[in-house]
C-alpha cells in the first residue's frame, strides 16, 4: 500500500480496475451487493427488454440511494431486519426514492435467488409500504384561461435572451387536444396528422427520448404497446396545426415541433420553460401530466371512464380510473330522482 493517504486510495484503484468482473458463475452468499448490482445491470442490458433509459435510471438509484448504505455488504448479511431500516430511513428523504428503492433492491436480489446465493429475498419479506392517498387534481375552466393568459404573455414580456418561440403554447393546445403525454406530443411528425379526414386526426406512434451520451431522439414505439391509438381533433387543434403547416419550413425528421437547430425538442427543456409559466399564471402545482388529468375527467364527464381511458393510451381504464380522474366536489344531481321515494309513500298514503 502506498505511505500516504492519496497513495493508498490510488493503489486501491488500481486494484479495483485490475480485478476481473463479477460472473453469474461466481455468485454465492458471499458476493457482495456491489457485484450483484453490476451483474443484474448487465443482464438488463444484454435481455434487450427495458429501455435503455430505465436501465440508466436504476444505476443512478443504486449509486445514490442503495449503495452507499449496502454496497460492502455480502448476500448473506442481506437480512430481512437490515433490508427492512434501510428502506425505512429512506422515507426521511423521500417517499418516491423509497418505493423505486425496494423495488430495484427486490429485482435485485430476485436474481441472487435464481442463481441460489440466496434461499429467499429478504425484499420480499419486508413491511408493506404505505404510500399516501392523494386526490386527482385536474384544472378547471377558469385556470386553462389563465394559462392559456399566462402563455401569450411569455411571447410578448421584455427579457433577455432569445424571442420565445410559439412552441410552448401550440405544445400546450395539442395536449388539452389530445390528452397525449408532453414526450408523445414533442414526436410528432406531419406524416402522422391527417387535416383533411373526416374527422381530422392525429396518430400517437412514438416519444422522446434523451439518455447521456446520446442526442435526444425519437423512439418509434411509445410508453405502451396501448399507447399506439389514433385519435379525432378538436377544431381549435386543427387550426393551430394549420397555422404551423402554413409557416413553418420543411425540416428533415418531418417534425411538427422543431428546434432552431433543426433537432427533437428535449422534454426536460420544454418543462422547464412550462414551470416559468405556470408560476406566472400562481398555479404552480399544474404540471403537464395535469393536462392529461384534466383530458381525461372532462372525457369521463360527458362520456364515461371507458373512453377517456382510450384517449390516455392506458391498456386498463382502471388506471384512469384511480389516477386521473378527479372526483366532483358535488355528486350528481339526483335529487327529482329520490324525490319519487317521497311521493311514492304519499301516493299509498302516509304511515301512521
Known sequence: ???????????????????????????????????????????????????????????????????????????????????????????????????????????????????????????????????????????????VRRLRAALRDSMTSDRSGPRESPDLTDVFELMLATGARIGEVLALRWSDIDLDSAPPTLTITG????????????????????????????????????????????????AVFVTRNGTWHQVVNMERRWRRVRESAGLEWVTPHILRKTVATLISERVDAEAASKQLGHSSSAITREFYIAKPALAADVSDLLQELADSAHDEGSPR
Not at 493517504?5 to 468482473?21: I, M
Not at 460492502?72 to 423521500?94: G, H, K, N, P, Q
Not at 446520446?214 to 414505439?221: E, F, G, L, N, V
Open 1 to 143: 500500500m502506498g505511505t500516504t493517504k492519496a497513495a493508498a486510495e490510488r493503489a486501491l484503484r488500481e486494484k479495483l480496475v485490475r480485478r476481473s468482473p463479477p460472473t453469474t458463475a461466481s455468485m454465492s452468499h458471499q458476493l457482495p451487493l456491489r457485484d450483484l448490482a453490476a451483474l443484474w445491470l448487465a443482464f438488463l442490458r444484454s435481455e434487450g427488454r427495458l429501455e435503455a433509459t430505465t436501465i440508466n435510471e436504476y444505476e443512478r438509484l443504486l449509486h445514490r440511494a442503495v449503495l452507499p448504505q449496502l454496497g460492502d455488504l455480502r448476500l448473506r448479511e442481506l437480512s430481512t431486519s437490515r433490508v427492512e431500516a434501510f428502506i425505512v430511513d429512506l422515507a426521511a428523504t423521500s417517499a418516491s426514492r423509497q418505493r423505486k428503492a425496494k423495488v430495484v433492491l427486490g429485482a435485485m436480489l430476485d436474481m441472487a435467488v435464481r442463481h441460489d446465493a440466496l434461499v429467499v429475498n429478504p425484499v420480499r419479506q419486508t413491511s408493506r409500504l404505505r404510500r399516501p392517498k392523494t386526490e386527482t387534481r385536474a384544472l378547471t375552466l377558469g385556470e
Open 207 to 254: 416519444t422522446i427520448k434523451s439518455e447521456p451520451g446520446r442526442a435526444t431522439y425519437r423512439k418509434d414505439s411509445p410508453k405502451t404497446d396501448s399507447g399506439v391509438r389514433t385519435l379525432a381533433l378538436p377544431r381549435f387543434a386543427v387550426a393551430m396545426l394549420r397555422g404551423r403547416q402554413r409557416e413553418q419550413d420543411p425540416n428533415d425528421l418531418d
